[in-house]
């Protein structure tokens, strides 16, 4: 097994601009969903994708968005920045979609985000 | 609604028990979860329980759900100072597929 590995691990962006992150999951994983933790707090479940769709969104703008591709990596797009995008992003990957049985997540290290 | 809190800190003891708390306030939890969050890194998965079970051991962690009073607990035992990192709990629905609600988490000090 790979893990799920998550690129860059830290960087800094200024007010406006956009971002983009990256995950490759878990060997056999077919699921990602992405969450976002802020200083201090616990992660925040922002949208899961499942073969290349999002099923699931949590309460976050339109301006997160997210793409999953056929070899299972995904990206998650963060148009105009906001200072309280600044989180920790992690991406998690279970081996499907179901929406019943325990959602045993394998979570990346994360990419921390400084927006200046 | 869906809320999920614990306590922020813990201190103990080396070789001493460490007890976990987590209240939350959704009565269609299916599962509740136990994750571990080291610096720098991701989270990882301790454990987890059905909501129509009341106990679930597994080593060193003992679970207990009082689902009367929406109370989750984790206990580790002859806590040693790697177990040092913040604990997470968590709760999913069956009706919300991958989504998983954390509480804010609980820092864990294991002093030699």
């Known amino acids: 097994e790979t893990g799920v590995t998550q690129s860059p691990t830290h960087l800094i962006k200024t007010r406006g601009q956009q971002v983009t992150l990256r995950c490759s999951s878990q060997?056999?994983?077919?699921?990602v969903s992405w969450y976002q933790q802020a200083l201090g707090q616990g992660p925040q479940f922002i949208f899961q994708?499942?073969?290349?769709?999002?099923?699931g969104r949590g309460n976050f703008p339109p301006r997160f968005s997210g793409l999953q591709f056929p070899n299972y990596s995904s990206e998650l797009n963060v148009n105009a920045l906001e200072l309280d995008d600044s989180a920790l992003y992690l991406c998690?990957?279970?081996?499907?979609?179901?929406?019943?049985?325990?959602?045993?997540?394998?979570f990346g290290a994360g990419s921390r985000l400084t927006v200046l | 609604g869906e809320d999920v809190e614990q306590s922020l800190f813990l201190s103990v003891r080396e070789g001493d028990s460490s007890v976990i708390n987590c209240t939350y306030t959704?009565?269609?939890?299916?599962?509740l979860y136990w994750y571990k969050q080291e610096p720098g890194a991701g989270l990882q998965l301790l454990t987890y329980?059905?909501?129509?079970?009341d106990m679930k051991q597994d080593q060193r962690l003992t679970v207990l759900l009082n689902k009367k009073d929406k109370h989750l607990s984790l206990r580790i035992a002859d806590t040693q100072t790697g177990d040092s990192a913040i604990y997470f709990c968590?709760?999913?629905?069956?009706?919300?597929?991958?989504?998983?609600?954390f509480g804010q988490g609980t820092e864990l000090s294991v002093k030699p």
């Open positions: 994708y499942y073969r290349e769709e999002e099923n």
């Open positions: 959704d009565s269609s939890s299916t599962y």
């Open positions: 329980i059905f909501s129509n079970m």
């Open positions: 060997s056999g994983h077919n699921t």
């Open positions: 998690a990957s279970r081996r499907t979609a179901s929406k019943s049985g325990a959602n045993v997540l394998t």
């Open positions: 968590a709760e999913s629905m069956d009706n919300q597929g991958g989504k998983l609600i």
